[in-house]
């Protein structure tokens, strides 16, 4: 009988610490760069962009961290994801009412900010490169990164009247929707 309830207490021990474990990975919140949500109205639509925000943390970010050329998942962590509630003109072009993984090609003097049909995905594959698929881009617009007005830590979206904008470390890089 003391057996028994020996191996019970032990085995309930064992099941609490495995649980607990499992329940730390969950929280998002504590991952270095934490998930974030910018929501604004643009174009007469609702706009949300889900990403994950990653910090400069002193380290050289544009052409270094996140290198010029080459597609990346515009966050960190999952793909960023781009929500729209009503059909919207993105730098002229039309974007369906829909969810789209929200992915960019960063340059010096232009970008390509990529809206993607294929949503839920981690950003990256185990080799680096974006989990982007290019078969199911939906629409690719142009932008010009400017100089922001203030030093950004944080990797954020800003969602306004006139569009929405990418801002981090001393850069700005706005789209216009309408």
């Given at each position: 009988?003391?057996?028994?309830?020996?191996?019970c207490?032990?085995?309930?021990?064992?099941?609490?610490?495995?649980?607990?474990?499992?329940?730390?990975?969950?929280?998002?919140?504590?991952?270095?760069?934490?998930?974030?949500?910018?929501?604004?109205?643009?174009?007469?639509?609702?706009?949300?962009?889900?990403?994950?925000?990653?910090?400069?943390?002193?380290?050289p970010?544009?052409?270094?961290?996140?290198?010029?050329?080459?597609?990346?998942?515009?966050?960190?962590?999952?793909?960023?994801?781009?929500?729209?509630?009503?059909?919207?003109?993105?730098?002229?072009?039309?974007?369906?009412?829909?969810?789209?993984?929200?992915?960019?090609?960063?340059?010096?003097?232009?970008?390509?900010?990529?809206?993607?049909?294929?949503?839920?995905?981690?950003?990256?594959?185990?080799?680096?490169?974006?989990t982007?698929?290019?078969?199911?881009?939906?629409?690719?617009?142009?932008?010009?990164?400017?100089?922001?007005?203030?030093?950004?830590?944080?990797?954020?979206?800003?969602?306004?009247?006139?569009?929405?904008?990418?801002?981090?470390?001393?850069?700005?890089?706005?789209?216009?929707?309408?």
């Open positions: 009988m003391k057996k028994t309830i020996k191996q207490l032990v085995l309930s021990m064992a099941a609490l610490f495995v649980s607990s474990a499992i329940w730390a990975q969950d929280n998002k919140a504590n991952r270095p760069s934490p998930p974030a949500t910018a929501t604004g109205k643009a174009g007469g639509a609702t706009i949300t962009i889900n990403y994950s925000s990653p910090g400069v943390k002193g380290r970010i544009w052409g270094s961290l996140v290198p010029y050329n080459q597609v990346w998942r515009a966050g960190a962590n999952e793909a960023t994801i781009f929500e729209t509630d009503k059909d919207i003109k993105v730098d002229g072009k039309t974007l369906k009412a829909g969810k789209y993984s929200l992915y960019a090609v960063p340059g010096e003097k232009e970008w390509t900010y990529i809206f993607n049909s294929q949503t839920g995905q981690w950003g990256v594959k185990m080799d680096g490169s974006t982007e698929d290019p078969a199911k881009d939906v629409l690719r617009v142009t932008a010009k990164p400017k100089k922001s007005k203030s030093f950004n830590e944080r990797m954020a979206y800003v969602v306004d009247k006139d569009g929405f904008a990418l801002v981090w470390e001393n850069l700005e890089v706005p789209v216009s929707v309408k």
